[in-house]
């Protein structure tokens, strides 16, 4: 069997409809949409957490985030976790990474030279975790040095809430693009196969983009749409929600959307959308050099990302325990050219968990017995099969809230027509009816009329929630 070559372009903190490909009528994003015109679309794709270290832990380990022992942000993934890029890699694959890995501690207080690792198989490891200088040994900074550049960002007079950002040339997102270019022509004439992950931290905040890429906004900022939000729809939502309405993260003044006008809203979702663009751009030089050095046929391309956005929608800007399709449905685009029809949009619900079994099929190696995720592989080479889950899971185990610090766990389930939250140890609550209710507005968590459904729905989370229940140790024998 020829062995793929595997693009994997993970951006962080983007949600599903920042493409032009998933219908947004603002983007530019030509790269992307040529990408999917090539591949696999897939319109349902959902992220196993709400925050990034235990969604990067889960789609590189195959693993749910309890199972994996990584469910917050400033955890560490433990020794014993095996990542899909050690397998590959023990199997004769060449491991690079460019930008964000983030499933170890990567607070300065803690990682002080940069992030912890464990056995990753990455054997090229070009290591920025976010463009700001806060570690001596940080990859991105050590280009800009070698570039004789110093990066100040500015204020955007009358805009508080956005910044401009270094110039394309000089920004994170490109550095990630030419680490992938140097790496893939370098690896052309090689003859083990390859894997590269493209790390981009864009589009989370801050919200930075370049002064060019945010002009063409500005200048049609009168068209670009209000947040989805309906005044007092928080008052039957659960209180961490309403608390995030002044603050994200229950900060106050962070991001605070209550206290918006419709000017911040538009222009940072503005710089949002900008910060995407960048990435199109840089996405198109990879996909060029792929095209020139005669490899795209026989790559692997995917293009995700490892959680969402609330960008205001239901007056919460960033993340957190909200399990809003913003937040958790995220972009996911497979190519590859020799092996999978492409211009296909397909409408089945994924999990971000079925990526590691999906890479290690499409190359020829036996899954590992740990995975809990379901490949995707039958779905993409046969025309004849369009469905996978009947219903998508995803767990929130981070941050305090509220004046005394609640600590909150929160599990979601999802089928095509409903969502359930349930928020552990509370009496509250989320409950939508996706066909009466697309945009998750009417919460009929305590509606009577619901009440069965509800019922029916605890007990497929229940279901879903022992399905994470550790495979290993593996089963040797009948007793």
Known sequence: ????????????????????????????TPNIDKLATSGVLFEQCYSNSTVCTPSRASFLTGRYPRTNRTRQNGQSIPNDEILVTKLL?????????????????????????????????????????????????????????????????????????????PEEENHQTTWCAQKAINFIKNNADFENPWLFSVNMFDPHHPFDPPEAYLKRYI??????????????????KPIFQQIDHDG????????????????????LKAAYWAMVDLIDKQVGRIMNVLEETGQLENTIIIFMSDHGEMLGDHGIYLKGPHFYDPAVKVPFIISYPSKIRGNRRMK????????????????????????????????????????????????FYDDRRGDDGQRILATML??????????????????????????????????PDYQSVKMKLFQRLHDRMLETIDPLPEKEAAW
Not at 248 to 267: N, T
Not at 367 to 377: F, I, P, V
Not at 425 to 436: A, F
Request: aromatic letters at 10%; proline letters at 4%.
């Open 348 to 395: 089945t619900m994924v999990e971000l968990v079925d990526i590691a079994p999906t890479l290690l099929e499409a190359s020829g190696q036996p899954c590992y017995t740990g995975m809990q995720g379901k490949s995707l592989w039958d779905l993409l080479i046969n025309a004849n099969v369009e469905h996978h889950r009947n219903d998508v899971y995803c767990e």
């Open 219 to 236: 200048d049609m900022l009168d068209e670009i749409p209000l947040p989805n939000y309906r005044e007092n729809e928080l008052d039957e």
């Open 89 to 165: 890699a023990a199997a004769g694959y060449t491991c690079g990474l460019a930008g964000k890995l983030h499933i170890s501690a990567c607070n300065p207080s803690i990682s002080t030279t940069r992030e912890r690792r464990i056995n990753d198989g990455y054997t090229e490891f070009n290591w920025s975790h976010h463009p700001n200088r806060n570690w001596a040994s940080d990859d991105y900074q050590h280009w800009l040095i070698e570039k004789d550049v110093q990066v100040k960002k500015r204020k955007v007079e009358g805009m508080p809430y956005i910044e401009y950002g």
């Open 248 to 267: 994200a993260y229950g900060v106050k003044g962070l991001f605070p959307a209550s206290k918006m006008s419709e000017k911040d809203h538009k222009i």
């Open 414 to 447: 999802r089928t095509e027509n409903y969502k359930l939250v349930i928020y552990h140890g509370m009496d509250d609550g989320e409950l939508y009816d996706l066909d009466k209710d697309p945009d998750e507005s009417s919460n009929c968590w305590n509606h």
């Open 1 to 28: 069997m020829e062995h793929p070559n595997i693009l994997w372009i993970t951006t962080d903190q983007q949600r599903f409809d920042t493409l032009g490909c998933y219908g947004n009528k603002f983007v530019h």
